[in-house]
């Protein structure tokens, strides 16, 4: 007989051991950057490891250890969760997706960061196994709902407990934010991985349309263009603060570098 | 429906909260003109080779004193670089990508805009103070992303 908490504890021992996953990544991608002869250190690790430490981190971890924490919540605070199979289908479902994103990750074939703008393109499993976390967070917010509903039923005019309150705002804001991004994984990003369709439009995918957004204060060319010129007088580098990019870091000895460059060359004179 | 006094107050503050996050974004879209950069402007990124502007990129002046800056990122580098303009003159940046998206920012200033394959990102800068400036890449666009850099110079 399986404990109350079982398919909670499930999802946030799947959490930890991302988080423990993601924390190792973390420690080659530091590795990878500092001054020390790391005999691995290279941009594809750096760039792989930053991949899978913010995959795992921000993606993976958060999303099972939210879903293990709202069934806690519905267990003590409703007395019991409705649709435990249901349960256990999503949790085999996201652990799936996860494992095949991951491996993709760690096997070079996704450094596409956690961000993954298109074009640039990851292994089609990264995308299918993204889509099924989400799809296994969809049936677990389906969960929460249906075992709230249940316990409305039999115990009408009490207030809604508070945590309950919370992840069911939790859970519509979640249903809102995944809802554009299934529409863009399923819609466009895994057919064109898996080279169904030739190209894809960047712009239609709401990662890289959201971002110019955070980078507004830009003034564009607009009819309020001397205010635009006023305001941009103060455009100026700051010498007081020496810039972080003014020496770009080389993750490759100078020496080594200066190898590739000389291997080329002769290559291409030859 | 009877809502509590204290619940009121917290309702009443949330809703507070989303006006004034909500006024800081439409505020100085309204009154200031400030938007994103990127005007629905777009051209085959595949064919970017042969494009009449984009080709070799580069600095034109207009006849009023103006200067276009037109800018193609590809990995990893920017063309035409270094870049070189007048300062104390309106320095109408195009930018566009010939693969994946990259970032255009001069760093230390607010001339900032993605440049996304197949559309071109326009942004008009007034420099004041002469110069060398760093342009970098600062969207993730590949295994050497962190070695894109490009010089501004202005005189």
């Not at chain 1, 409705?82 to 760690?106: D, S």
């Not at chain 1, 196994?129 to 249940?150: E, H, K, Q």
């Not at chain 1, 898996?194 to 239609?204: A, F, N, Q, S, Y």
């Not at chain 1, 349309?209 to 455009?235: C, E, F, G, L, N």
Request: net charge positive; glycine share 8%.
């Amino acid at each position: 007989m399986a404990g109350k908490h079982t398919l909670a504890a499930s999802h946030i021992g799947v959490a930890v051991a991302a988080f423990g996953v993601a924390s190792f990544m973390g420690v080659l991608q530091a590795l990878s950057m500092a001054d020390i002869a790391f005999p691995w250190r290279s941009e594809s690790l750096y760039y792989m490891t930053l991949t899978a430490h913010g995959v795992l981190m921000a993606l993976v971890f958060t999303t099972f250890f939210i879903m293990g924490l709202g069934y806690v919540l519905a267990r003590e605070c409703l007395g019991r969760i409705v649709g435990q199979a249901a349960g256990w289908l999503a949790f085999g479902l996201g652990t799936a997706g996860a494992a095949a994103a991951a491996v993709t990750i760690l096997r070079g074939q996704s450094t596409v960061l956690y961000t993954f703008y298109p074009p640039l393109q990851a292994h089609p499993l990264f995308y299918i196994g993204a889509t099924l976390i989400v799809v296994a967070s969809w049936i677990w917010g389906a969960i929460i709902i249906a075992s709230f509903r249940a316990w409305r039923r039999e115990h009408r005019g009490e207030p809604i407990p508070l945590p309950i309150h919370g992840l069911l705002a939790t859970i519509i804001l979640w249903y809102l934010a995944t809802t554009g991004l299934a529409i863009e994984v399923v819609g466009m990003l895994i057919p064109w991985s898996l080279g169904w369709v030739e190209k894809i439009d960047p712009m239609v995918a709401p990662g890289a349309t959201s971002r110019p957004i955070s980078d507004a204060p830009v003034i564009s060319r607009s009819r309020a263009k001397r205010r635009t010129v006023t305001r941009m007088r103060h455009a100026r580098p700051s010498p007081s603060r020496p810039h972080r990019l003014g020496r770009p870091r080389r993750l490759q000895s100078t020496r080594r570098r200066r190898r590739r460059t000389r291997a080329s060359r002769s290559a291409r004179s030859a | 429906m009877n809502i509590d006094f204290y619940e009121r107050i917290w309702m009443w503050a949330a809703a507070a909260l989303v006006a004034m996050f909500l006024g800081a974004i439409l505020i100085p879209a309204a009154v200031q003109a400030i938007h994103p950069p990127s005007h629905v402007e777009t051209l085959d990124p595949t064919k970017l080779a042969e494009h009449p502007e984009f080709a070799t990129g580069g600095v034109n002046t207009r006849s009023d004193g103006s200067v276009v800056v037109s800018v193609a990122a590809s990995m990893f580098a920017f063309t035409p670089n270094p870049i070189e303009v007048p300062a104390n003159a309106p320095i109408t940046f195009r930018i566009t990508s010939a693969d994946v998206i990259h970032g255009f920012q001069v760093v230390g200033t607010n001339a900032n805009a993605m440049a996304i394959p197949g559309y071109v990102s326009q942004m008009t800068v007034t420099f004041a103070t002469p110069g060398r400036y760093i342009i970098a890449c600062h969207e993730y666009c590949g295994l050497f992303h962190h070695e894109m850099v490009g010089t501004l110079i202005v005189r």
